[in-house]
């Protein structure tokens, strides 16, 4: 199996590019964005199972949970993933919705 490199210093298409091919290298570019979302729910879970055993709060002992680093880094993968299905530019989405979110009044 060939393998990918992702750059030293990505950037956000970079992060994209990366999940494109490292998805076609290992199988899983035939996944709808369905079935992308709900891995991603199912990420997003265990994200909070990973802080629930951070923060020393009760957790099921059988539960296998990964780092909250781990599952952070799965929530990207599959978020990449995503927006790729869409033909969604994450960075320029981002700087979108955040000149909206400046206009915004929050208290």
Same mark, same amino acid.
Request: aromatic share 8%; charged share 35%; hydrophobic share 35%.
């Given at each position: 199996?060939?393998?990918?490199?992702?750059?030293?210093?990505?950037?956000?298409?970079?992060?994209?590019?990366?999940?494109?091919?490292?998805?076609?290298?290992? @199988?899983?570019?035939?996944?709808?964005?369905?079935?992308?979302?709900?891995?991603?729910?199912?990420?997003? @879970?265990?994200?909070?199972?990973?802080?629930?055993?951070?923060?020393?709060?009760?957790?099921?002992?059988?539960?296998?949970? @990964?780092?909250?680093?781990?599952?952070?880094?799965?929530?990207?993968?599959?978020?990449?993933?995503?927006?790729?299905?869409?033909?969604?530019?994450?960075?320029?989405?981002?700087?979108?919705?955040?000149?909206?979110?400046?206009?915004?009044?929050?208290?």
């Amino acid at each position: 199996m060939n393998e990918l490199t992702l750059k030293s210093t990505p950037t956000l298409g970079d992060f994209q590019e990366y999940v494109k091919n490292l998805e076609s290298l290992r @199988g899983f570019d035939n996944q709808n964005a369905l079935e992308k979302c709900l891995l991603l729910g199912e990420e997003v @879970g265990e994200l909070f199972k990973a802080v629930r055993k951070t923060a020393k709060l009760k957790t099921d002992i059988n539960s296998d949970v @990964g780092s909250i680093s781990e599952e952070i880094a799965d929530i990207l993968i599959y978020l990449c993933s995503i927006a790729n299905r869409f033909e969604i530019d994450i960075e320029s989405a981002f700087r979108e919705k955040e000149e909206i979110n400046k206009k915004r009044t929050w208290i």
